[in-house]
């Protein structure tokens, strides 16, 4: 039988895989955020509030941010298991992280669609 | 081969050998364990700034007296220097995760590679961050 240890997390190729499809687009969302801010209008007040009412970005924002919750969380996860060996502690500050990371979720939905 | 003969490795206790000074004056870590350490300190430190950006963000388009505020907040020398070192943190761990992808594919894994990739990576990321902080200010 295999003795597993209580991480909160499942075992396998999932959370590894969704690790770097959600890099991926993170790094494909950056790359083009930051080429908009570095070729557009100077950022007044304007331009920064028009960019954000725009569907596209919102909705990209909003994957990004769902990407970053996921990627965030399995890498966390992995610290947390590396260095916190006491279960309850460890199992403890895993809760804490998954409510930190929803409530970026949520507080994001908040901010893009107000 | 007897039971205890396949057992016995398994069973020895391992050497334990990190204690804080062992850590930082004794063990020289080789230039991909550094982009490695860095990636995840970067990583911790990327979970916890949307705390604080998220806010900025919040403010930013609250209304435009909010905005010419948090840009004046943005102008503030320990904010500055505290943007720029998440600026450092995603520009570290974007590059450092984008070798470590062709990692995973196999490829740049012998060591005269890994050692090029790892300069190329501490080298892409301070120039990405020194580019986007005199973009941004």
């Known amino acids: 039988m295999t003795n597993r240890i209580v991480t909160g997390a499942r075992y396998g190729l999932r959370d590894w895989l969704a690790q770097r499809i959600t890099a991926v687009i993170m790094a494909v969302y950056s790359m083009i955020v930051v080429f908009v801010l570095l070729t557009g209008k100077p950022i007044t007040y304007g331009v920064w509030r028009d960019l954000f009412t725009q569907g596209w970005m919102r909705v990209a924002t909003l994957l990004f941010m769902a990407s970053l919750a996921w990627h965030a969380w399995v890498g966390v996860r992995d610290i947390l298991m590396d260095y916190i060996k006491p279960t309850g502690l460890r199992l403890a500050l895993e809760v804490l992280v998954l409510l930190t990371i929803a409530a970026y979720l949520g507080w994001t939905i908040q901010i893009l669609w107000r | ?137």
């Open chain 2, 1 to 137: 081969m007897s039971e205890a003969a396949v057992k016995t490795p398994a069973r020895r206790p391992r050497p334990k050998y990190l204690n804080l000074q062992a850590l930082i004056f004794e063990i020289r870590l080789p230039l991909p364990g550094w982009i490695s350490i860095l990636h995840r300190i970067s990583g911790a430190l990327l979970f916890l700034a949307p705390v604080w950006l998220l806010w900025m963000l919040e403010r930013s388009l609250a209304s435009e007296a909010a905005f010419d505020k948090i840009r004046h907040y943005a102008g503030l020398w320990p904010v500055k220097l505290s943007l720029l070192v998440l600026v450092w943190a995603y520009c570290h761990h974007f590059c450092a995760g984008i070798r470590y992808l062709f990692l995973d594919l196999d490829k740049g894994v012998d060591l005269a590679t890994a050692r090029l990739t790892s300069w190329l990576v501490l080298g892409a990321s301070l120039a990405f961050s020194v580019f986007l902080g005199w973009k941004i200010w």
